[in-house]
């Protein structure tokens, strides 16, 4: 099972950040055959509790949702959902709370804290990223309380999935 979870996060790593290092034709499971409207959906499922997990009222920005290529994972009709946007209108006090409370909300939801880095008098920056094995996501939770106006920034990534033609994943 922590197989799939750390797959899942090198899978959304890859998109994120070429070179990882991680052998990109290597998933570490089989992707399920899904065309990209469903997955999208879910996507913005999965996003809409994340906010739930804050515990903090805000205005949500929604920057992209977007499909992304799989392809070097075993062949062209292979695509994943990609959904960023954040969540402005807090004190620095809301989102410092709000991490500690999406935290313990992903551990006790069925994600796994891959990495994470805490905010501290000389940083005001904060990272969560998770994975969730029975969803078949991965997030990247970034707490920015030094910026003009404190937000969360939320990157949020599906695994990948196979459609039914290439023509339906580049179309994601």
């Known amino acids: 099972m922590r197989g799939l979870a750390v797959a899942v996060a090198v899978a959304s790593l890859s998109v994120l950040s070429v070179g990882c290092g991680a052998d990109p034709t290597q998933l570490g499971y089989t992707p399920a055959r899904m065309d990209p409207d469903p997955v999208r959906k879910k996507t913005r499922e999965v996003s809409s ?20 290529n799989c392809d070097t994972y075993g062949g062209d009709d292979r695509f994943m959902m990609h959904h960023s946007w954040s ?5 620095g006090e809301q989102v410092g709370n709000g991490m500690e409370t999406l935290h313990k909300a992903l551990v006790g939801n069925g994600w796994t804290i891959i990495s994470e880095t805490k905010a501290d008098s000389s940083d005001q920056h904060a990272e969560i990223y998770a994975a969730n094995e029975a969803e078949h996501f991965s997030v990247k939770a970034t707490l920015k309380r030094g910026e003009r106006e404190p937000r969360f920034d939320f990157s949020v990534h599906s695994a990948c999935y196979r459609a039914a033609s290439a023509h339906a994943a580049n179309h994601a």
């Not at 906010?51 to 920005?61: A, D, F, S, Y």
């Not at 969540?87 to 004190?91: A, V």
Request: avoid cysteine; charge should be positive; glycine fraction near 20%.
């Open 49 to 68: 509790r994340l906010v739930e997990m804050t515990g903090v009222k805000g205005r949500v920005i929604e920057s992209h949702m977007s499909g992304g």
């Open 87 to 91: 969540l402005y209108g807090l004190t």
